[in-house]
């Protein structure tokens, strides 16, 4: 921002705030649990399948494919992935030690020349860490996205309990 200038009025003032560095969108910055806490493990006692858990996820996130993750109500989240472009029979969904493994691998590869690619039908690996009591109940693909719902079941031992009051 400029003002006016007492030296002379025909040139603006200097800036004598350097301007705040613009956050570049091109280029993602990727934090980890490591980067969070570094000594995460030192703090604790019995916490490190989970911690190793997170460090595995959160070790490389790629961009692609792009997901949302959706809260549809207090018991109910959905994660919806675009693979336009794959089948029902190129994905798979499991779920692996607390860790969702959504994979992609494209069986028909492009026939001919490619003049111009803008599609990413490319081969993917997508891990996310699934919390405790989160179930997976359902996967299913239509319109080019694939839609896996979460389901929280907390068992009778975890759910609050009413008191009645004499």
Same mark, same amino acid.
């Given at each position: 921002?400029?003002?006016?200038?007492?030296?002379?009025?025909?040139?603006?003032?200097?800036?004598?705030?350097?301007?705040?560095?613009?956050?570049?969108?091109?280029?993602?910055?990727?934090?980890?649990?490591?980067?969070?806490?570094?000594?995460?493990?030192?703090?604790?006692?019995?916490?490190?399948?989970?911690? %190793?858990?997170?460090?595995?996820?959160?070790?490389?996130?790629?961009?692609?494919?792009?997901?949302?993750?959706?809260?549809?109500? %207090?018991?109910?989240?959905?994660?919806?992935?675009?693979?336009?472009? @794959?089948?029902?029979?190129?994905?798979?969904?499991?779920?692996?030690?607390?860790?969702?493994?959504?994979?992609?691998?494209?069986?028909?590869?492009?026939?001919?020349?490619?003049?111009?690619?803008?599609?990413?039908?490319?081969? @993917?690996?997508?891990?996310?860490?699934?919390?405790? @009591?989160?179930?997976?109940? %359902?996967?299913?693909?239509?319109?080019?996205?694939?839609?896996?719902?979460?389901?929280? %079941?907390?068992?009778?031992?975890?759910?609050?309990?009413?008191?009645?009051?004499?």
């Amino acid at each position: 921002m400029n003002y006016y200038n007492p030296q002379s009025p025909w040139e603006p003032a200097p800036n004598k705030y350097p301007e705040p560095k613009k956050w570049d969108p091109q280029v993602p910055k990727v934090i980890t649990i490591n980067d969070l806490f570094p000594r995460l493990d030192r703090l604790s006692i019995g916490w490190s399948p989970l911690l %190793e858990t997170l460090k595995e996820v959160t070790a490389a996130k790629p961009a692609y494919p792009p997901y949302d993750i959706v809260k549809t109500d %207090e018991t109910t989240n959905l994660l919806q992935v675009a693979v336009a472009g @794959f089948t029902k029979e190129e994905l798979s969904v499991t779920v692996e030690d607390s860790v969702l493994i959504i994979e992609g691998k494209k069986k028909d590869k492009q026939k001919g020349e490619v003049l111009y690619r803008g599609i990413a039908a490319r081969d @993917f690996e997508l891990k996310l860490a699934v919390a405790e @009591f989160w179930k997976v109940t %359902e996967a299913k693909v239509a319109d080019g996205m694939l839609t896996v719902t979460f389901v929280k %079941e907390l068992p009778e031992e975890k759910k609050p309990k009413v008191i009645d009051i004499q």
